[in-house]
């Protein structure tokens, strides 16, 4: 047996079976799952076009908030490449200054280096010189005392000249001939520059005296020496003379 029993809604549960007969009954209306096919697209429609809106409503909002992120961006990027060029640059300008620093010093170090050379062999030439000229006066010192001793004085001329007398009369020694020329009082300074600037042979003065001690006495040979020894012959000049004699 079916049941018939109305539902809330007043409505048979079998709706497309109505009780036949029943006079003036409406046709139900349709379970909302009998209506999907109109309300889903309908839905469907709204909530694209709400979200159209909102879509709408954030892509102008967000449209300047990121033109902004990319000026700042772009601004960021235009100060590290602007910090990166002035690093650049600065590190450039040391190194160019380092170098002109260093150029500098060493230009600077090459010319002490060339101004003491300059000075050092200046100063070797300088002393080079002095030195020259030290050495021309002591030449020319020596030369004037040389020529004034070659000169002497008057005091030596006259032992000289002497000196040339004793000559003349008889054989001396060299040794007689200082002594003889003291014994005249002449200082044995002046005797001895006087005898050593006579033109004389003392071989021959040797000679000379034992012909003469031969003309007075006789003597030996050994003894005629021994008497030219005495007389301040050397023993070469005394053997000399005597042999001149023949002995």
Known sequence: MTDNTPTPSGYPENPENPEPGV??????????????RFLIPTGIVLVLLIAGI?????????????ADATAQSEETVSAAEASASAAAKSSAEAAAAAEASAEAAAAAEAEAKA???????AA????????????AKAAEEAA???????????SQQNALRAAENY?????????????????EEYSTEDATWAVDRVTVDWNEQAAESAKNYLEFTAFSRQGLIDQLLFEGFTPEQAEYGVSQTGL
């Open 124 to 135: 070797e030439e300088s002393a080079a010189a002095a030195k020259a000229a030290e050495e």
């Open 23 to 36: 006079a003036g009954a409406e046709k139900p209306a349709r379970r909302w799952y009998q209506k999907k």
């Open 54 to 66: 909102a879509g709408g409503g954030r892509d102008e909002d967000a449209a300047p908030v990121s």
């Open 167 to 183: 000559l003349e009369f008889t054989a001396f020694s060299r040794p007689g001939l200082i002594q003889q020329l003291e014994y």
């Open 144 to 154: 004037a005392a040389e020529a004034a001793a070659e000169a002497g004085t008057v």
């Open 115 to 121: 101004q003491a050379e300059a000075e050092a062999k």
